[in-house]
């Protein structure tokens, strides 16, 4: 479980995010949702210690500050939306990247046995000899997902994963989170814009507003006409399809 | 891999034999063969030393060139076009200013001190400006450079040194004897100790976040990058002098045939850097025969050439400054 206390957060003098109090569940899929700048982006980079902040961050009962650089980055590993990529390596080299924290620069087969099952996860097999400056966004976007899921991290922080993806490898990409949380008992934690991949998807949503987190609570629950209404100010219709609760929202 | 590193250590062998056999006086493998005693001595008082900083020199300023990109994620940086040169010089000017009759390896521990926080200032300076072309970032380094490089000659004029730093201003092999170079074996130390952290520094230089995010201390990285790269070009410059080019030119070579990660191209990069700078110094030596030309010149023109070959190709591997 991640717990975050009194979490504040200024840019120069604009407060980004204030007084947040939260407890993260584990094994589940977490959605961030919130309208642009509501401080999504910035709370999973606090808590994935690239943003510094005031308040407290415990994860799994111990403090963020008292972990070993090393060992925290077996337990949280993040992908940031802004990863440009213009170095010369090929997809594998980046994959194995992520076995950099277990077994450092030397790989022994268990490791190049999971760089092997996260390339086979995101479909990169055909291009895993590739340099990843020749692959197009999707591509270098599947590259880096792969590269945290051979991490292997109990934690994994996604800041709008979907970026850069067409409908069929978005839906394949949350199958796959989906799986890991229920195979692998890992947590997920990701920042995305499609509200229904959010409903459709996560066990959990934290829904933040102007600087604040505004609801946090099961994925059911949250996604209402009425909440929805509040988080983003604007009118959701919501069907139920096979169980799936679909929000409308173009019209 | 290890066919290229083969190839290249057969050419480095030719081209070291040949190297050891071009000079105004006249010694043949055969007078090395009848152990002629006047020849012998020249052999191992002037040519294998020269030969040893020749490849020790190619070598260190080509890794302290690739450790630079890597930790400033910039393809185009290297000692000579991010100031740590110039600031190498000043600090030798300093030492002979402060410490008159200092000791080679007082004068490379001031000029190193002085590299390195020269280097830090820029590293920076640039934190500080957030450039959005690349390319912008050896301008400032060369232009930071030049600012240093003039107090530098200022000071020595006004203190009557000039004759005494000019020796280091534009590098030269026809100074090296026996004695006088062994502190390039550095570069070999510092060799081994990037070919140890290879991975790390390829981490490093994809960025802050990425490297964070897979456990790298960042700020220690690269604090240990500029360290090594002061160490090698204060060497370098105290023993030789300066050389342009060599440090941003062999990496990206090497770059565009085998890639980025450093750990498959550290090797490469060592051994094309001895070959460059071994070529250089027999054009030096045979192009106005029996005189020479200092191997700055010749590096610099050779380099500058294949630097525009660099650029015109493109910005296609050019990477963004962070």
């Known amino acids: 479980m991640i717990e975050l206390l009194n979490i504040n957060k200024k840019y120069d003098d604009k407060d980004v995010l204030k007084n947040i109090n939260l407890s993260l569940p584990k094994g589940k899929i977490i959605s961030l949702i919130g309208a642009n700048g509501a401080g999504k982006s910035t709370l999973l980079s606090i808590i994935s210690r690239l943003t510094t902040s005031e308040g407290e961050i415990i994860i799994d009962d111990k403090n963020i500050d008292n972990y070993h650089i090393t060992e925290l980055s077996k337990k949280i590993s993040i992908l940031r939306q802004s990863n440009y990529l213009n170095i010369k390596l090929t997809v594998r080299e980046l994959i194995s990247f992520g076995r950099y924290p277990h077994s ?56 709008e994963p979907l970026n850069n993806l067409d409908m069929k490898h978005s839906v394949s990409i949350m199958k796959l989170l989906r799986k890991i949380v229920k195979e692998k008992s890992k947590t997920v934690i990701l920042v995305v814009h499609d509200i229904n991949f959010a409903s459709c998807y996560s066990d959990y949503i934290v829904a933040l507003k102007n600087t604040g987190v505004l609801y946090a609570g099961d994925a059911e ?22 169980g799936n609760k679909i929000c409308i929202y173009y019209t | 891999m290890f066919k ?65 990109q890597s930790i400033m994620s910039n393809n185009f940086v290297s000692p000579s076009t ?87 201003l534009q590098g030269n092999f026809a100074m090296v004897l026996q004695g006088r170079y062994e502190l390039l074996y550095i570069g070999v130390l510092m060799l081994i100790i990037v070919v140890l952290f290879a991975t790390k520094f390829t981490i490093v230089s994809i960025g802050e976040d990425f490297s964070k995010n897979l456990g790298v201390n960042y700020k220690l990285t690269v604090t240990i990058g500029i360290i090594i790269a002061s160490i090698i070009t204060s060497v370098v410059v105290v023993t030789i002098g300066s050389i342009p080019f060599i440090g941003m030119i062999v990496p990206n070579i090497i770059r565009i045939i085998r890639g980025d990660n450093l750990k498959n191209n550290i090797w490469e990069i060592a051994l094309v850097g001895g070959l460059f700078v071994l070529v250089c110094d027999i054009f030096s030596r045979i192009i106005i025969y029996p005189f020479e030309i200092p191997i700055s010149v010749t590096a610099g023109i050779i380099g500058s050439i294949i630097f525009l070959y660099i650029l015109l190709r493109g910005n296609k591997h050019v990477k963004k400054t962070a």
């Open chain 2, 82 to 168: 991010a100031s740590t040169m110039d600031w190498a010089k000043f600090g030798v000017l300093i030492a002979i200013l402060f410490f008159p009759g200092a000791t080679l390896k007082t004068k490379m521990i001031i000029s190193t001190l002085f590299a390195f926080f020269g280097s830090m200032l820029f590293v920076q300076l640039l934190s500080l400006i957030k450039l959005k072309d690349p390319i912008f970032t050896p301008l400032i380094g060369i232009m930071l450079g030049n600012v240093v490089s003039s107090v530098t000659t200022y000071i020595a004029y006004k203190y009557d040194l000039i004759q005494n730093i000019s020796s280091w």
């Open chain 1, 221 to 242: 629950k949250i996604i209402t006409k009425e909440k929805l209404k509040n988080i983003f100010d604007m009118d959701f219709e919501i069907e139920d399809i096979d």
């Open chain 1, 104 to 159: 450092k620069s030397r790989l022994n087969e268990k490791d190049n046995k999971i760089i092997d099952e996260s390339i086979s996860y995101m479909n990169l097999d055909y291009l895993k000899n590739k340099y990843i400056d020749e692959l197009s966004g999707g591509e270098k976007q599947r590259a880096l997902i792969a590269m945290i899921l051979a991490q292997d991290s109990d934690y994994i922080f996604l800041d």
């Open chain 2, 4 to 68: 290229r590193i083969i190839i290249l250590s057969i050419s480095l062998i030719i081209l070291g034999g040949i190297s050891l056999f071009i000079g105004v006086s006249d010694i043949t493998p055969l007078d090395i063969f009848q152990a002629d005693s006047d020849k012998l001595h020249i052999f191992f008082i002037s040519r294998v030393p020269r030969l040893m900083a020749i490849l020790c020199t190619g070598m260190g300023l080509s890794i302290a060139g690739v450790i630079m």
